[in-house]
């Protein structure tokens, strides 16, 4: 069995290349199946969500290929419908696969997506908006069929910004006929990630104003190269490292831009932090402040992705925290790991109250989802003694070498095997 293990209690110094972002790539992979041709993805991360969506393309035919970082996927030739169970069941973004699917063939099957243990994920209102836009969903247990005689566009307003509902209508409207009107849109910079490659191959999706997308169905879309943006999760997980063990770092291509909510609450407690045109240098090198309420939001609140990576930090700094979570109802997780290893984290619904100020001890702790895995590493990184972090496979789903990067940042981190 793998796991990473961590000699604490040192700060952070140094530099790291921030890798490709998880939630572009995925999306704008999809998006591939609507080209009857090549695409090039450069910048492109490997990590397993990744390495699952290749398995999800070559099912229905379309083949991939790796040269470095670059990705090549050709859908020439799509020659199935169905995405198998084993990979739909593993990672739930497969679930924008729909849109995709239906607008190349008129037709997918595919299992209820699974993913991350992080609460209820229905997906009612991308199989809502699909529908309106022609398509007819038949459900036998747990497998589902959506079929379409030529999808059309239409008014869709969606009851939430959804990341995943917006990239699965978009996906669904770029060959449709006729305009489709997005409101109440998600506006995440992986949205605009996705809109930017499709206008790239020859989509016509304009933003007449913030919530609202609308796309204009084009007959085809050509081949194309895109370079995918850097991660802003994961820039944010090494700036709260930082801002968690002190120190000094440079996060080199990390989107500062698409970071300010991330940035500003770091300010707040106590890091120096500089915009470069490279990057981002972050700095904590006095006392680290709790910053008193934090709540997660859609883009641009703070990301719920890095609220778990936040309570590692929260629980050390000086004074209590409050953090409410507004997106996922179960993203805390990973607070009974935390408190075995010293913190003093009390969730109460939505909301998880902290007392700060707490001497983390190094423990054998276990990851069960991907962004509470970052927050146990982080963790280790800052406590005293040994920290075994297991449940690896859930971290590499979104990072592509957890390890190499704190180490990058001097942190005495290794990969172990378990016989
Ligand atoms: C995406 C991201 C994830 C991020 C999240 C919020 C990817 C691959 N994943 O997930 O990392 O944390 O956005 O920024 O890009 N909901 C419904 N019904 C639906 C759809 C969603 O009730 O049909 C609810 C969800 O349960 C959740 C909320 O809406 O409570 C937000 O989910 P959504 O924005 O769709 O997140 P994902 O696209 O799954």
């Known amino acids: 069995m793998r796991y990473i293990q961590i000699k604490g ?216 190269e895109y370079r995918v943006e850097p991660d802003r999760i994961v820039a944010g997980t090494c700036l709260i490292g930082v801002l968690a063990a002190g120190g000094r770092a440079f996060l080199r291509n990390a989107p500062a831009g698409q970071l300010e909510s991330v940035t500003a609450l770091a300010g707040k407690m106590g890091a120096r932090l500089v915009k470069t045109g490279e990057g981002l240098y972050v700095e904590r090198t006095g006392r680290l402040c709790a910053p008193g309420f934090v709540e997660t939001g859609v883009y641009p609140a703070f990301p719920t992705d890095l609220q778990s990576p936040l309570l590692a930090a929260l629980c050390q700094a000086q004074g209590q925290s409050c953090v409410a979570e507004r997106i996922f109802n179960g993203r805390f997780a990973v607070a009974s790991e935390l408190n075995r290893m010293g913190a003093s984290i009390a969730v109460d619904g939505c909301c998880a109250r902290m007392e700060g100020g707490c001497r983390l001890l190094g423990q054998d702790v276990t990851a069960r989802e991907l962004r509470g895995g970052a927050a146990l590493v982080l963790a280790g990184i800052c406590a005293e003694g040994t920290t075994r972090v297991y449940g690896r496979q859930y971290i590499d789903r979104g990072y592509e070498d957890i390890v190499r990067d704190f180490r990058c940042l001097g942190a005495d981190i290794d990969d172990k095997t378990e016989l």
């Open 9 to 224: 209690g040192t700060s952070l110094h140094g530099e790291v290349a921030i890798q490709g972002s998880k939630n572009a790539a995925l999306p704008i992979m999809a998006a591939c199946l609507l080209v009857r041709g090549v695409t090039v993805l450069k910048n492109c991360p490997a990590i397993s969500d990744v390495f699952c969506m290749c398995s999800l393309l070559q099912s229905v035919g379309a083949k991939t290929e790796w040269d470095r970082d670059a990705l090549r996927i050709d859908a020439s030739h799509i020659t199935s419908c169905r995405l198998p169970e084993e990979f739909v069941t593993k990672m739930r973004s497969s679930v924008i696969l729909a849109g995709a699917m239906l607008g190349r063939c008129g037709e997918v099957c595919l299992h209820t997506p699974g993913g991350c243990v992080i609460g209820d994920r229905p997906i009612d209102w991308h199989v809502r908006a699909l529908e309106q836009m022609g398509a007819v969903f038949e459900e036998e247990g747990r497998l589902m069929t959506a079929r379409a005689q030529g999808l059309r566009g239409g008014r869709i307003v969606l009851p939430f910004p959804s990341v995943g509902a917006t990239e699965n209508v978009i996906l669904a409207a770029a060959l449709a006929k006729g305009r489709t009107d997005i409101c109440g849109c998600a506006m995440e910079p992986e949205i605009l990630a996705l809109c930017a490659f499709l206008n790239g191959a020859g989509a016509r999706i304009v933003l007449p104003e913030r919530g609202h997308i609308r796309v204009s169905g084009v007959n085809a879309l050509r081949e194309s």
